[in-house]
């Protein structure tokens, strides 16, 4: 059961894989909205993770929906969690390791925060993308 293990969770890391935060979608069309799927075929877990990125690039809101297993769930939310506030640059800098520490993630479970700082990095990359203007575009005007 969750009791045997050696480091008792703390009461906040339980919530998040009791009643995950910031579960839904945003709008993947919307130019300030990144979207970041990823998956990892070894234990079938999906993780769809987005974020909102106001005008002065710091990150609004973030929702994830994820298939899989209950740490991956937990990673999911708590990255979504950790994203919210920062700019573009910082949430870069979340690491896998951060997360599994948090959450006391057991080894077999790491690939679930890899998973987490996966999506980030792909919702951050495709946010970044939108921002860009579209080859193309500028010489039609």
């Given at each position: 059961s969750l009791m045997d293990i050696s480091v008792s969770p703390s009461a906040g890391v339980v919530d998040h894989y009791e009643n995950p935060r910031n579960v839904g979608s945003l709008d993947k069309t919307s130019k300030n909205v990144g979207t970041g799927l990823v998956g990892a075929p070894a234990c079938g877990d999906v993780m769809k993770l987005q974020i909102q990125v106001d005008e002065q690039g710091k990150i609004v809101d973030a929702r994830f929906k994820t298939f899989g297993c209950g740490s991956a769930i937990a990673s999911s939310s708590l990255a979504t969690e950790w994203v919210?506030?920062?700019t573009v640059e910082e949430a870069l800098t979340i690491k896998n390791t951060d997360?599994?520490?948090e959450l006391c993630l057991p080894p077999v479970k790491l690939h679930c925060s890899m998973l987490a700082e996966d999506a980030i990095k792909a919702a951050l990359a495709d946010y970044k993308l939108k921002q860009e203007p579209k080859k193309g575009e500028a010489e039609k005007k």
């Open positions: 919210k506030g920062k997360i599994a520490k």
